[in-house]
C-alpha cells in the first residue's frame, strides 16, 4: 500500500538545468495534481489530469510541463530552471470528480541555485 | 473568488487545550471542504471533511464547525496533543470544476506546548 510515490526526494540544480520529477499512484485514481508548497503561500496548483489522457494547466503553470504516461503515472518537467522554482513539490491523487479528498506524496524538496 | 482565507497563521497552545484554526471563502459553489494535517517533512494527510449540508462533523478530537450563511467553517481540536503540532490547511472544491481541483488556505502553524 505504497499510495503516491515521488522521486527523487531531493534535488539540487543549477540555473537553466531540465529535470523531470516523477509520480506515481497505486490506487487506481483518475485524477492527478501537481502542486508546490512555499512558506506563507500555501499549496498552488501547477498541473492537473483530470483523467488519463488529460492534462490542464493550473494556478501557477509557468516553466513547468506535464505528462500523463498512463494512469498510474505523472510527471513534471521543468525545462529550464530558475531560482524563483525553488519550492517543495508535491503530487497527489484522488479516485475521481466526488467528495473525495486527496493523496499526498511525500514531496520532492527542489532548490535552484 | 477562488480564493479560502485561512487564520491564525501561527497557533501555540497549552496541552489539553482546544485550538481553533478558521477559513473563508466566497465561492458559494464550493461543496466539499476537507482539512489536511502537515508534519514537517511530510506530505499532506486528510484529517476530516465537512458537506455544506451539515453544521458539524466530529472525528474523535477533530471537529469541524460549518456556517453555509456566513460562509465560514473552522477546525476544532479538543484536548489538544503535543503530537498534533503540525500545519494545518483547509480547502475547498467545487462540482463544477472539471478537474475538481482543491484551492487551499495558506495553513496555520499548531504548536502545542506539554
Known amino acids: 500500500n505504497a499510495g503516491v510515490t515521488q522521486t527523487p526526494k531531493f534535488q539540487v540544480l543549477k540555473t537553466g538545468q531540465s529535470m523531470t520529477l516523477q509520480c506515481a499512484q497505486d490506487m487506481n485514481h483518475n485524477s492527478m495534481y501537481w502542486y508546490r508548497q512555499d512558506p506563507g503561500m500555501g499549496l498552488r496548483l501547477i498541473y492537473y489530469?483530470?483523467?488519463?489522457?488529460?492534462?490542464d494547466k493550473g494556478e501557477v503553470p509557468n516553466g513547468y510541463n506535464v505528462s500523463r504516461l498512463n494512469k498510474r503515472e505523472f510527471s513534471l518537467r521543468l525545462e529550464s530552471a530558475a531560482p524563483s522554482q525553488t519550492s517543495v513539490y508535491f503530487c497527489a491523487s484522488r479516485p475521481g470528480r466526488g467528495l473525495y479528498g486527496y493523496t499526498f506524496g511525500s514531496g520532492t524538496r527542489l532548490t535552484v541555485v | 473568488q477562488q480564493q479560502v482565507k485561512q487564520s491564525p497563521q501561527s497557533l501555540i497552545v497549552q496541552k489539553g487545550g482546544i485550538s481553533i484554526i478558521n477559513c473563508a471563502y466566497e465561492n458559494t459553489a464550493f461543496d466539499y471542504f476537507p482539512w489536511y494535517q502537515q508534519f514537517p517533512g511530510k506530505g499532506p494527510a486528510l484529517l476530516i471533511a465537512i458537506r455544506p449540508d451539515v453544521s458539524e462533523k466530529k472525528e474523535g478530537r477533530f471537529t469541524i464547525s460549518f456556517n453555509k450563511s456566513a460562509k465560514q467553517f473552522s477546525l476544532h481540536i479538543m484536548d489538544s496533543q503535543p503530537g498534533d503540532s503540525a500545519t494545518y490547511f483547509c480547502a475547498a472544491s467545487a462540482p463544477d470544476n472539471y478537474g475538481q481541483n482543491f484551492v487551499f488556505g495558506p495553513g496555520t502553524r499548531l504548536s502545542v506546548l506539554p
Open positions: 489530469s483530470a483523467s488519463e489522457g488529460t492534462t
